[in-house]
């Protein structure tokens, strides 16, 4: 299982739509998980950390299932300005530490009017 | 926005040169990270620093070389550029070492001719 994996889309959704990406990671002892946005030749940004009670942010919901080891972006009422390409992200845990984010290879999508 | 930059922006350089890329914080952060990130890899991490003179390697090392000498700097050396380190190069940092995620750079575009 690779370490972080995510479907690579693209998703083509009109506006208003509510979309949902998902993702799966293959440490069970990882301790941290964001999403990142990611706009065409931009770097990465952080769009929110990802909580193990689920977590919202306007019209964001994430939600981490650890028995499963998977994790899910709910984006409601799409934007055009939502397109863009979603970071899966998941700290790689070493013996003694946390260790450093490996980031999934991103869902890309693109709202249409 | 945090306070980092990265430089050149973008680079043309030739097969065999030795290349710098300078990444630059404001915030003070122990972390800093360099990534690569090439279509159908995602970003993936070249090197690492943990606090000044220290470093480390990551999952795509070989042919690259860093050094910390002050906090607020981490420098990356393509020690003779070939074409496959043709990429977009990101630094990041962070004050933890997973913590609220990773603050990124702007971006190097590199291409090696």
């Known amino acids: 299982r690779k370490e972080v994996e995510q479907d690579p889309g693209p998703f083509n959704v009109p506006e208003g739509a509510t979309v949902a990406f998902n993702c799966t990671y293959s440490?069970?002892?990882?301790?941290?998980f964001f999403w990142y946005r990611q706009d065409c030749r931009k770097e990465p940004k952080l769009l929110m950390s990802?909580?193990?009670s689920g977590n919202e942010d306007g019209r964001f919901t994430a939600q981490l299932n650890r028995a499963s080891q998977y994790i899910s972006l709910l984006i409601r009422d799409s934007k055009l300005s939502d397109s863009a390409t979603y970071l899966c992200?998941?700290?790689?845990?070493?013996?003694?530490?946390?260790?450093?984010?490996?980031f999934g290879k991103g869902t890309k999508l693109s709202v249409k009017p | 926005d945090a306070g980092i930059t990265q430089s050149p922006r973008h680079k043309v350089t030739e097969t065999g040169t030795p290349v710098t890329l300078r990444c630059h914080q404001t915030?003070?952060?122990?972390?800093m990270y360099w990534y690569r990130q090439d279509p159908g890899h995602g970003l993936r991490l070249i090197h690492y620093?943990?606090?000044?003179?220290?470093?480390d390697k990551g999952e795509v090392s070989d042919g690259y070389s860093v050094s910390r000498s002050k906090t607020e700097d981490f420098l990356l050396t393509l020690e003779s550029a070939t074409s496959s380190q043709t990429s977009v190069y990101f630094c990041?940092?962070?004050?933890?070492?997973?913590?609220?995620?990773?603050?990124f750079g702007s971006g190097t575009r590199l291409t090696v001719v």
């Open positions: 990041a940092i962070s004050e933890s070492e997973t913590g609220a995620g990773y603050t």
């Open positions: 440490n069970s002892a990882s301790q941290s």
């Open positions: 990802v909580y193990s």
């Open positions: 992200v998941v700290n790689r845990v070493r013996r003694g530490s946390q260790g450093n984010l490996i």
């Open positions: 915030e003070n952060h122990r972390y």
């Open positions: 620093s943990y606090g000044v003179k220290d470093t």
